[in-house]
């Protein structure tokens, strides 16, 4: 069930293929602030889950996030998502990231509840256009 205050979490180690100079977002071997955000949307989708529908998946469509420090290799990052809102398809989310120090960033999250062959088709319809 899609309930406000479901939550969920995904985690990940920083190592040499997630860091800014790895994904050329940045030059230091530091959690790189775009594999934060891919780790946020994990949590999500993990949150929703058990909560879809054969055929269904969803999409994020919005994102706002800070990155507020920075995390070393080998540090764990912990993302946290949280249901704030559900409006029919859409639900919203606040999103957390964290270090063994602390909170490395946080934010907010929209994503839509899809069919996912639909959605696909649509996709590649649009190589057609």
Same mark, same amino acid.
Request: hydrophobic share 45%; with cysteine; charged share 20%.
């Given at each position: %069930?899609?309930?406000? &205050?479901?939550?969920?979490?995904?985690?990940?180690?920083?190592?040499?293929?997630?860091t800014?100079?790895?994904?050329?977002? &940045?030059? /230091?071997?530091?959690?790189?602030?775009?594999? %934060?955000?891919?780790? %946020?949307?994990?949590?999500?989708? =993990? $949150?929703?889950a058990?909560? /879809?529908? /054969?055929g269904?998946? #969803? $999409?994020?469509?919005?994102? #706002? $996030?800070?990155?507020? =420090?920075?995390?070393?290799?080998?540090?764990?990052?912990?993302?946290? =998502?949280?249901?704030?809102? $559900?409006?029919? @398809?859409?639900?919203?989310?606040?999103?957390?990231?964290?270090?063994?120090?602390g909170?490395?960033?946080? &934010?907010?999250?929209? @994503?839509?509840?899809?069919?996912?062959? @639909?959605?696909?088709?649509?996709?590649?319809? @649009?190589?057609? #256009?």
């Amino acid at each position: %069930m899609i309930a406000i &205050g479901k939550t969920d979490t995904a985690q990940t180690t920083v190592n040499e293929t997630n860091t800014a100079h790895a994904v050329s977002s &940045g030059s /230091l071997d530091v959690f790189a602030t775009p594999m %934060m955000i891919a780790l %946020m949307e994990q949590a999500t989708c =993990a $949150v929703l889950a058990d909560c /879809l529908e /054969l055929g269904q998946t #969803s $999409v994020g469509t919005k994102i #706002s $996030v800070e990155h507020t =420090a920075a995390s070393p290799l080998e540090m764990e990052i912990t993302a946290t =998502a949280t249901i704030t809102a $559900v409006n029919g @398809r859409v639900i919203d989310f606040d999103i957390t990231a964290s270090d063994a120090v602390g909170e490395i960033g946080k &934010g907010t999250h929209t @994503r839509v509840i899809i069919d996912a062959e @639909r959605l696909l088709t649509k996709a590649q319809a @649009r190589l057609q #256009s």
